[in-house]
Nanobody, 119 residues
């Protein structure tokens, strides 16, 4: 089970940190996706907890940071210098396999999402 938290409203240039608590299993790879109204769900960032490799969507590179706390089995997404176009529902996703993927179909487990609105 994946449960997101930390969403909300922020001003442009501000910061928000999302959390995703995993229970029942320790996955190897985690990712954050987002979906704005009328748009496809896109992979924002991913992390392989085995080797620490990460993936970032070009538009968030340098502004967002994905991390995972093994002791808490919790995934984070630190979002800085937010822009209005970052507004979306953000979803946590996980897979048992290794390696980072940006494709939605590579992830088997999903949270219910948390809304981020930037104005």
């Amino acid at each position: 089970q994946l449960v997101e938290s930390g969403g909300g409203s922020a001003l442009a240039g501000g910061s928000v940190r999302l959390s995703c608590a995993a229970s029942g299993y320790t996955f190897n790879t985690y990712s954050w996706f987002r979906q704005a109204p009328g748009q496809e769900r896109e992979g924002v960032a991913a992390i392989d907890t085995g080797d620490g490799s990460t993936y970032y969507l070009n538009s968030v590179e340098g502004r967002f940071t994905i991390s995972h706390d093994n002791a808490k089995n919790t995934l984070y997404l630190q979002m800085d210098n937010l822009k209005p176009e970052d507004s979306a529902m953000y979803y946590c996703a996980a897979r048992k396999g290794t390696a980072c993927y940006k494709e939605r179909y590579m992830y088997d487990y999903w949270g219910q999402g948390t809304q981020v609105t930037v104005s």
